[in-house]
């Protein structure tokens, strides 16, 4: 069945996206583990030798991440994030690790990431100081591209404090071409819409996408689901303009995923899981992987709900129905056959009145059409539905601030022999007609 994605591809690059940066990186949102969210700036390692940023830190998360499942279901960069320079550059301008942290320099940390099979990044500012305060790369762009080239870099984080957000549509680009200029590909994470949203402007996602990989639109996540909720609902209500920005090379960045930590119970860190997954968002982790409980690490492993994410179509979902605290979420995914896709559908429970709710619909309501039915599998529980017709009502149990998510793949077994697909719009497609109630 994997041999659709082949077709799906072919089926993109003749919609063209010709206009995105083509750094050929970040076909499908990038995944990894990234310190920010649970590490933050703990520079104490005197104290706190365990969870402080330094070198230790980063090589036993990148041992575990291979050592321990992740690596096999995808997860692949190894992501520093603030807090790991010295306050000053060197007396000829370059950027200098921390010398008690980071002792062995950024190459033979990023050698050893590479040495496990994994890819390395790193952090810095578009502006005069990092976010929390050490320099940034005003001033020194082309030397600082040239130095995490030298470095091996694979993917480089750009955040926004200290910066003027109307000089960003400059300044971004500009760091842009001094990291295609090392000749080495990386990854290009940017924060420009973000800052540009808080100063009150409109970011122009022309450009965005023709200069970045991904992008944040939105606030820092932080570790609690009054934060996940307010994503959802930002990427919600502002779908329109969102959505037609995603695609092959070119994210929408709803931040890390806080699954494994403190804040969040079971079933809301199986709704992160699931909507990020239809958001076709960067899976991002960021927990202490040597204390993360099996339950929450099965999560941040399920195969079929990582696939979702992964889907090669990279369409990103929309919220297609919300009323009374129930939400249905949708996202189109292969495998594809002439005007009609396969979808991820997540519903979702926001409702605060304490027992799970029953929502019932038939897939024709959802938007779902084709003639020869769906086979829909519940990607949680692991329960096969079979194939269902466009008139079936299907019937979901969703439990307080939880999710079920279900895959409906077209059933194809005659179609692909038959190879006929007609290019079209994905974007004009099922998403436009909605009933908004049933
Ligand atoms: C960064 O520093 C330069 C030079 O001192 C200054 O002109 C500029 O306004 C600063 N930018 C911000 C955002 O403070
Ligand atoms: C640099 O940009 C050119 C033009 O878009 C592209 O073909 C090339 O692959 C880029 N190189 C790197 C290393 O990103
Ligand atoms: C947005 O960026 C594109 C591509 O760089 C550019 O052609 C266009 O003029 C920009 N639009 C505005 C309103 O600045």
Redesign the pocket.
Known sequence: MRSWSVVALLLVAALGWSSA?????ARTPPMGWLAWERFRCNTDCKNDPDNCISDRLFRTMADIVVNEGYAAVGYEYINVDDCWLEKERDINGNLVPDRERFPYGMKSLSNYVHSKGLKFGIYEDYGNYTCAGYPGVIGYMENDAAQFAAWDVDYVKLDGCYAHPSEMDQGYPEFGFH????????IYSCSWPVYQIYAGMQPNFTAIIQHCNLWRNFDDIQDSWASVETIIDYYGNNQDAIVPNAGPGHWNDPDMLIVGNFGLSYEQSKTQMAIWAILAAPLLMSVDLRTIRPEYKAILQNKKIIDVDQDPLGIQGRRIYKHKGIEIWARPITPVYQNYYSYAIAFLNRRTDGTPSDVSVTLKELGLQYPGGYRVEDLYEDVDYGVLTPQTKIKVKVNPSGVVILRCDLQTDDIYASNQYSAYSPLDQVFKVRPNSF
């Open positions: 940066l083509e750094n050929g990186l990291m295609n200029q090392t000749g080495r590909q990386m």
